[in-house]
């Protein structure tokens, strides 16, 4: 059955595009995570649609991603395809009018340097984020007062049964860390945007100082996957879980970061197991201090054995 899958698949990719039993560790900011059984690269829509298509003809479990910015893979890794929207399936449009069309696997980083190098202004608080636009705009991310939903007009997406259909803004439900596209498990195949003519330079130090600041509070020369949990209503993750006292608090080799610690971190070789007890501990103990359940931003794939 994995052997007709695969010449399947390959009907569909050049092998060189696909990867067999692949670490997962190698595709996320945590470095952590045991293999997937296919990984693949898709690079156009065509090629989204028909895999997504397989898989469901051939009953495999598909998970697609972008740069594993905000992705805790288990040990155990994935029993079934990764679909990875990345630099294969980034390209941007930069139009006339301030209008932005992007694919799903452009770097944030990348965009953002496009948009400025056109004077455009209105997208520099996404230069620092280290994921792509798919996981972005699926999540709604934003940074020092900028959101994802303050410059999108549109976005196309793809279903699980293939269907293409283009959302506009109000569709999209754009709320904080969330969207329709994060409810019904849609996937993002590219996003229109809208930015306003601005002073180049006026752009560019704007983006160094939002990247200095980054640099000096969060624990950038770390392995992370960001913010690691949401933000509770009324508080900030980071100071609870500093009040709570657990700056620095480590179980195996993932820790709470000493620089922020809204950031738990792969300190020493962690393990998903070590990472998601972190959390666990970090939950119970800040809930039981301050009567605040802090809800996990990052997101879990595959099978975890916490005994």
């Not at 990867?19 to 900011?29: A, F, G, Q, R």
């Not at 070789?269 to 800040?286: P, Q, T, Y």
């Amino acid at each position: 059955m994995e052997d007709l899958f695969l010449d399947k698949l390959k009907n569909i990719i050049e092998s060189d595009r696909i990867k067999l039993k692949e670490p997962m560790s190698k595709h996320t900011t945590l470095h952590i995570g045991g293999e997937a059984d296919y990984l693949v690269y898709p690079s156009s829509i065509q090629e989204i649609k028909d895999i997504l298509l397989l898989c469901k003809d051939s009953n495999i479990p598909y998970y697609i991603m972008g740069n594993g910015s905000n992705l805790l893979v288990s040990d155990s890794g994935y029993r079934g395809l990764i679909i990875k929207l990345g630099n294969q399936f980034a390209d941007i449009e930069v139009k006339e009018e301030g209008l932005v069309i992007a694919q799903a696997g452009v770097l944030m980083s990348k965009l953002s340097s496009v948009i400025a190098e056109h004077e455009l202004t209105g997208f520099e608080f996404g230069a620092g984020i280290p994921g792509t636009l798919g996981g972005a705009v699926t999540m709604n991310a934003g940074a020092y007062g900028g959101e994802i939903k303050d410059c999108i007009l549109s976005a196309t997406v793809i279903d699980t049964e293939g269907k293409i259909c283009t959302l506009d803004k109000t569709a999209l439900q754009l709320e904080y860390r969330s969207s329709i596209i994060q409810k019904q498990n849609l996937c993002l195949l590219e996003a229109k945007m809208k930015f306003y003519k601005g002073e180049k330079q006026k752009i560019l130090d704007k983006i160094h100082e939002l990247n200095s600041l980054r640099r000096d509070k969060q624990p950038l020369e770390k392995y992370s996957a960001g913010s690691t949990f949401k933000r509770p209503e009324g508080y900030f993750a980071g100071k609870l879980i500093s009040d709570a006292g657990l700056k620095g608090f480590q179980i195996g080799g993932a820790a709470v970061s000493d620089k922020h610690c809204g950031f738990l971190i792969n300190k020493d070789n962690a393990s998903a197991k070590d990472f998601i007890k972190l959390i666990g501990e970090v939950i119970r103990i800040v809930e039981a201090k301050y009567g605040v359940r802090l809800e996990p931003e990052v997101k879990f794939l595959g099978t975890f054995d916490m005994d």
